[in-house]
């Protein structure tokens, strides 16, 4: 039986050497307007699951900074939106600035 929140719930972040990661949960009634969107042509996953734009997610109610992209479906909880981000990114404008990639990708090493 799967988790539904009350709120639309956010991960921390975590990140490998390229991206940093969050994971959004949405509530049962998000959900249900998700999957009305999910029915629409639009980005797929490399498995062929319906991606969110920038536009749909945050029209659903998710609210975050700058530069994240619904990169993959959770197939067994379709409810959980997975972000991710290049490391670098400038939240305020969505850009990744090479630098700041750079030096995360060192302090990780």
């Given at each position: 039986?799967p988790h ?18 969050r994971?959004v ?5 998000v ?8 029915n ?7 498995a062929g ?6 536009g749909e997610w ?6 975050q900074?700058r530069?994240w992209e ?8 379709p409810?959980i ?5 290049p ?9 990744v600035n090479p630098v700041?990639?750079a030096?995360?990708r060192?302090?990780?090493?």
């Amino acid at each position: 039986m799967p988790h539904y929140p009350d709120d639309i719930e956010y991960s921390e972040k975590y990140q490998d050497d390229t991206y940093e990661y969050r994971h959004v949960i949405l509530p049962k009634a998000v959900y249900k307007g998700m999957r009305n969107l999910m029915n629409t042509r639009g980005p797929t996953d490399e498995a062929g699951g319906r991606l969110l734009t920038e536009g749909e997610w945050r029209g659903l109610g998710v609210t975050q900074s700058r530069g994240w992209e619904h990169y993959a479906v959770h197939r067994p909880e379709p409810h959980i939106l997975l972000f991710r981000r290049p490391l670098g990114t400038d939240p305020t404008t969505g850009l990744v600035n090479p630098v700041q990639a750079a030096a995360a990708r060192e302090t990780l090493a």
